[in-house]
């Protein structure tokens, strides 16, 4: 029979998955929604027994020293991002099932590091959630994202629940303004399907055609491996650079899930260089994220272990 502080830990560690699924979406990176998930338990057992117990929710005490964590960090990012080598594009997350026990063979990881995919970690919408302040992007992933009052919101990011409402409105029409809907799941996967075999074919016209004409192309090395150090505007210029990619370097291309949309691997003998993800409306692709810094590639290294046999 467990003892008390026994299913005291129990609660406290079943939060982790939620505080993961928070960092990544108020941050846009795995590593450090890790670390504010350690930096937060690290909090929580620096209390006395005395002092824990005297919280009512201990979820929600997690949620709100890991939110007023995020706060900070963000408020940090913009200096880092300035000093960042070239495009900084969020950390790319690979299907669950892939991850956790699908096609790499089975790994070691905590299914509770687990990011829950839905809309809210497509790459265009945290591209969008990276042009917020770091309050309404706090205000607005607490309450549309995570359902907080605002009464809630307001005792973590230090403002009013009426400022707190205001600024989740203002992140809500900036999404509004910058995001098409997006196509069906079924043809987005037809889409990056056509495109990956345009590619591989060096078939210009045909990687025109699924381009949209104002296409921007953004590459993210973070200084650390050869890559555009400015977007790329414009199908053609797009279409020739993918070819130069190819004629250039002997790279296989997989289908894979990336934060929850269709999207592509690049690998050089087996190991994974580079994670693209779209965004397509009205069935032409409008941007295309290659993340290439290796230190944003973590979580794809199980899928190289075992390349999947077909």
Same mark, same amino acid.
């Given at each position: 029979?467990?003892?008390?502080?026994?299913?005291?830990?129990?609660?406290?560690?079943?939060?982790?998955?939620?505080?993961?699924?928070?960092?990544? $979406?108020? +941050?846009? @990176?795995? &590593?450090? #929604?890790?670390?504010?998930?350690?930096?937060?338990? /690290?909090?929580?057992? %620096?209390?006395?027994?005395?002092?824990?117990?005297?919280?009512?929710?201990?979820?929600?005490?997690?949620?709100?020293?890991?939110?007023?964590?995020?706060?900070?960090?963000?408020?940090?990012?913009?200096?880092?991002?300035?000093?960042?080598?070239?495009?900084?594009?969020?950390?790319?997350?690979?299907?669950?099932?892939?991850?956790?026990?699908?096609?790499?063979?089975?790994?070691?990881?905590?299914?509770?590091?687990?990011?829950?995919?839905?809309?809210?970690?497509?790459?265009?919408?945290?591209?969008?959630?990276?042009?917020?302040?770091?309050?309404?992007?706090?205000?607005?992933?607490?309450?549309?994202?995570?359902?907080?009052?605002?009464?809630?919101?307001?005792?973590?990011?230090?403002?009013?629940?009426?400022?707190? $409402?205001? +600024?989740? @409105?203002? &992140?809500? #029409?900036?999404?509004?303004?910058?995001?098409?809907? /997006?196509?069906?799941? %079924?043809?987005?996967?037809?889409?990056?399907?056509?495109?990956?075999?345009?590619?591989?074919?060096?078939?210009?016209?045909?990687?025109?055609?699924?381009?949209?004409?104002?296409?921007?192309?953004?590459?993210?090395?973070?200084?650390?491996?050869?890559?555009?150090?400015?977007?790329?505007?414009?199908?053609?210029?797009?279409?020739?650079?993918?070819?130069?990619?190819?004629?250039?370097?002997?790279?296989?291309?997989?289908?894979?899930?990336?934060?929850?949309?269709?999207?592509?691997?690049?690998?050089?003998?087996?190991?994974?260089?580079?994670?693209?993800?779209?965004?397509?409306?009205?069935?032409?692709?409008?941007?295309?994220?290659?993340?290439?810094?290796?230190?944003?590639?973590?979580?794809?290294?199980?899928?190289?272990?075992?390349?999947?046999?077909?």
């Amino acid at each position: 029979m467990s003892t008390p502080s026994e299913d005291g830990l129990s609660v406290i560690m079943s939060e982790r998955r939620q505080l993961i699924n928070l960092g990544y $979406r108020l +941050l846009g @990176s795995l &590593a450090d #929604a890790e670390d504010v998930v350690q930096e937060t338990y /690290a909090r929580w057992y %620096a209390m006395s027994p005395q002092q824990q117990d005297a919280i009512d929710s201990p979820g929600a005490w997690l949620m709100k020293v890991a939110s007023r964590i995020c706060l900070d960090l963000l408020g940090s990012a913009r200096v880092r991002r300035e000093r960042y080598v070239g495009e900084w594009i969020p950390e790319p997350v690979p299907d669950g099932t892939d991850w956790i026990t699908g096609r790499s063979g089975g790994t070691t990881a905590d299914p509770a590091d687990r990011v829950t995919l839905d809309e809210s970690v497509n790459m265009a919408f945290l591209v969008v959630l990276e042009s917020m302040t770091p309050a309404e992007r706090v205000a607005f992933i607490l309450h549309d994202v995570f359902r907080y009052p605002f009464a809630e919101v307001a005792e973590i990011v230090g403002r009013t629940p009426a400022a707190c $409402r205001q +600024l989740a @409105s203002s &992140a809500r #029409a900036r999404i509004r303004q910058t995001q098409a809907p /997006a196509a069906p799941t %079924a043809r987005q996967a037809t889409i990056v399907r056509d495109f990956k075999l345009a590619w591989e074919a060096k078939d210009i016209e045909a990687l025109l055609g699924l381009l949209d004409p104002d296409a921007t192309a953004i590459s993210d090395g973070g200084g650390l491996v050869n890559a555009q150090l400015h977007p790329i505007h414009g199908n053609t210029e797009i279409a020739h650079g993918l070819i130069t990619v190819t004629n250039a370097l002997e790279i296989t291309l997989l289908e894979r899930t990336v934060n929850g949309q269709p999207g592509l691997i690049a690998q050089q003998e087996g190991i994974t260089h580079t994670v693209i993800a779209f965004e397509i409306t009205n069935n032409k692709i409008k941007h295309l994220w290659a993340i290439r810094n290796p230190e944003k590639l973590r979580p794809w290294t199980p899928q190289t272990q075992h390349p999947p046999t077909h």
